[in-house]
């Protein structure tokens, strides 16, 4: 047939999402025709067979799907999805179109991810002692509030700080603190446990501290290079100059940026340290060894030094932290504790071990209580707080 | 992790889905989903579509379980019920309108006054389909900008990167895959007002 060459190509153009409206109307067409449905039959028993659709990598919201369909396929048969290893525990993740509604509406949200379902597991009743009986106080969240300090010279307190001049170079806004000096001079801002900050350096880059974290920077720059060190985890946006490039010393590496945007996280009780790229581009030198990374990439380098890219990874999870959510995508407890340990500035005891992965979008400015709400809301985990310790039970 | 590592083979799977065993189809689920769900996806366009569609075989494949009995190739008996649930709804599909990832990486597009919420969901949207993206190996996050936004045709491409047309479109369909699945994620629900959202943005 002289049209079957044609055939073909349309259904090319269908599997690759480029058959417009006309297409569409001839595809249809043909079906009707005899000998054009076992073309389309073969060729998708061909497709099947070769798994040339079938993805190789493995991502995380592959999860999320499978379990859409066991979920869907078990209820339309009328039966209970059956409990399996390993244990995966979800909480049903709640996106918001605008940000700012979830800080108004922090309450509502968790409420809601509470009530919301569960995808793999039905969780066996416990016999649990009331809320109020297990968290015997609450915690509140972190506030922005920081501690500077003029090397040779004078340390102040971010929060008893007035608005405005501080330390000759420093001006301090309601969202930041902002330098420009004429002469250079070392400075260290650093984060306290449970405390987040932002900077403006004096070539207009920015930077976002999260909590126990320090930036060591000059009042101004000058020379050939910008040097800045960090400890912790900290986000640059990196205004662009050529003729200036930007570096960032950390842990024995060195990441010199492209004009971009990047996450560094180098907690020390993390077992690796990683640097993620939003924008731009960025080379990694650690030990000897280069990588260049370019936008949604990762590097990470853990105790023996040794570097390498990472070739899945969450980027929603890693930059959670700066849009004031934590973000949970298939995390371990011990993950989230961590985080939760430096946000609330608590103590973590683990009176069992915790095991499963979850799944979770929770605003940071809201009592650990709701936090860990969400979290026993799986049923796999509970909690009691006393003072400032958490006890994570099964 | 892969999670298809410690599934019991075929014919012991197809044993106990016969004796009415739920753990067994689940386990049959998470072995062959992806295969069946990607190439849902790839005829269909649609991920929630695709999904239930997914979730039709393996119903069908529990409600004549009795009559299973013993099979040689219990694999190829599904994909068999999949393609021909795959070209029924074919023909549902064509009628309706595809999904144009194009329009949601675009900056600026022109507009008939969309409101300010559509305008904020507009963006988020764009953020997100640029995450995705992000998020693709790089030959293949390649192969995707020099198509939809550098207008290349496959030809032009495979002798850009020294591979075969056939390939470029594989690529092509694997990352379309991949952002459609990435924005049902983390947007659910709103694929098809988004295009309902973008056929009054656009003036085709």
Redesign the interface.
């Known amino acids: 047939m002289s049209e079957t060459p044609d055939f073909e190509i349309l259904l ?1 153009k ?6 417009d ?1 006309e297409g ?2 001839l ?2 067409e043909m ?1 009707d025709k005899p000998g054009f ?1 076992e073309l ?2 073969k060729r ?2 061909n ?3 070769t ?5 190789e ?3 995380r ?2 999860e ?3 379990e ?3 979920k ?3 209820a ?2 009328g ?4 409990v ?1 290893e390993p244990v995966v525990t979800r909480v049903h ?1 709640i ?1 918001f ?2 940000r700012s509604w979830v800080r108004y509406a922090a309450a509502a949200v968790i409420l809601f991810a509470v009530a919301g379902t569960y995808f793999l597991l039905q969780p066996k009743k416990q016999e649990l002692l009331s809320q109020a009986e297990r968290f015997k106080n609450d915690v509140a969240p972190g506030k922005t509030g920081a501690v500077l300090s003029i090397e040779g010279g004078k340390t102040i307190l971010l929060d008893t700080a007035a608005n405005g001049q501080v330390l000759g170079h420093f001006t301090k806004g309601d969202k930041a603190l902002t330098v420009a000096g004429t002469e250079v001079q070392y400075a260290l801002l650093s984060t306290p446990i449970a405390r987040t900050e932002v900077l403006n350096l004096s070539d207009g880059s920015t930077v976002w501290l999260n909590a126990e974290s320090s930036i060591r920077f000059p009042t101004v720059f000058a020379g050939s290079e910008r040097v800045v060190e960090v400890t912790g985890e900290v986000y640059f946006k990196v205004a662009h100059n050529a003729n200036m490039p930007f570096k960032v010393k950390v842990a024995g590496q060195v990441i010199e940026d492209i004009g971009t945007e990047f996450n560094i996280n180098a907690y020390g009780n993390e077992r690796v340290l990683k640097t993620t790229l939003v924008e731009g581009a960025v080379k990694v030198v650690a030990n000897g060894n280069i990588l260049l990374l ?3 990439q990762q590097s990470e380098s853990d105790q023996t030094g040794i570097l390498k890219r990472v070739a ?1 990874f969450d ?2 999870e890693t930059l959670a932290w700066k849009d004031g959510l934590f973000t949970y995508n298939g995390a371990s407890m011990e993950a989230i504790m961590r985080q939760v340990a430096r946000w609330y500035g608590v103590e973590v005891v683990y009176g069992d071990k915790v095991a499963g992965e979850f799944v979770a979008d929770i605003p940071r400015e809201v009592p650990v209580s709701k936090l860990l709400n969400v979290l026993e809301g799986t049923g796999k985990v509970h909690f009691t707080i006393e003072g400032k310790k958490i006890t994570v039970f099964k | 992790m892969n999670p298809e590592a410690n599934i019991p083979d075929d014919d012991v799977l197809l044993t106990q889905i016969t004796s009415g065993s739920e753990t067994a189809l689940a386990l049959l689920i998470k072995k062959y989903w992806k295969d069946i769900y990607f190439l849902c996806l790839t005829y269909l366009d649609r991920p929630e579509i695709a999904e239930e569609a997914t979730q039709d075989v393996f119903v069908k494949v529990w409600q004549v379980r009795d009559r299973l009995g013993e099979m040689n190739n219990f694999k190829n008996y599904l994909f068999i019920i999949t393609r021909n649930h795959v070209f029924s709804e074919l023909r549902k599909s064509l009628h309706r309108e595809p999904v144009d990832l194009k329009m949601y990486s675009t900056d600026d597009p022109e507009d008939d006054h969309p409101s300010p919420q559509r305008q904020l969901e507009f963006k988020e949207y764009k953020a997100t389909v640029d995450r995705a993206i992000a998020l693709l190996p790089e030959k293949r996050r390649l192969i995707f900008r020099l198509s939809r936004f550098e207008g290349m045709s496959y030809n032009e491409i495979g002798q850009k990167l020294d591979i075969k047309p056939s390939t470029i479109n594989d690529h092509i369909t694997q990352a379309n895959n991949f952002i459609k699945t990435y924005l049902r994620a983390h947007i659910p629900g709103v694929i098809i007002s988004l295009t309902a959202v973008i056929i009054c943005l656009y003036d085709k």
């Open positions: 090319d269908l599997t690759s999402g480029q058959l409206p569409c109307r595809l249809n079906l449905t389309v039959e998708i028993d497709d099947l067979e798994g040339k659709y079938t993805p990598e493995h991502h919201i592959h999320m799907v499978m859409r369909i066991m869907g396929t078990f339309k048969i039966r209970q999805v059956p399996s993740r996106h179109l605008r370019g936008p949604g899945i980027m929603d």
